[in-house]
């Protein structure tokens, strides 16, 4: 059984900064992916950023993020960070942890992010 747990969301001023984590545990191999994923009211999940655990961590993001955000990864931890910064009203969403693992995928049971003034 694997499980996520997120947390770093919260209320955050135009511009400002955040900081979400999820963490993993379980029976993750060594070789598997983990990401972000975010959901607006009345919107369709989007993929927010992607990375492995392998390639010195290769990243992918989402154009609308690309500058803004940073993803990154703990192997040891098992935990996963996305850095964002400069965030916009338009960032407002529920952010989704996702991981990749033995051909199995498993979601994090959210946290919300507001960005308003």
């Known amino acids: 059984q694997v499980q996520l747990v997120e947390s770093g969301g919260g209320l955050v001023q135009p511009g400002g900064s955040l900081r979400l984590s999820c963490a993993a545990s379980g029976s993750i191999w060594r070789i598997n992916v983990m990401g972000w994923y975010r959901q607006a009211p009345g919107k369709q999940r989007e993929l927010v950023a992607v990375?492995?655990?392998?390639?010195?961590?290769?990243?992918n993001y989402a154009g609308s993020v690309k500058g803004r955000f940073t993803i990154s990864r703990d192997n040891a931890k098992n935990t996963v960070y996305l850095q964002m910064n400069s965030l916009e009203p338009e960032d407002t969403a529920v952010y989704y942890c996702?991981?990749?693992?033995?051909?199995?995928?498993?979601w994090g049971q959210g946290t919300q992010v507001t960005v308003s003034s």
């Open positions: 990375i492995t655990s392998t390639d010195g961590g290769s990243a």
């Open positions: 996702k991981l990749w693992t033995a051909g199995s995928e498993y």
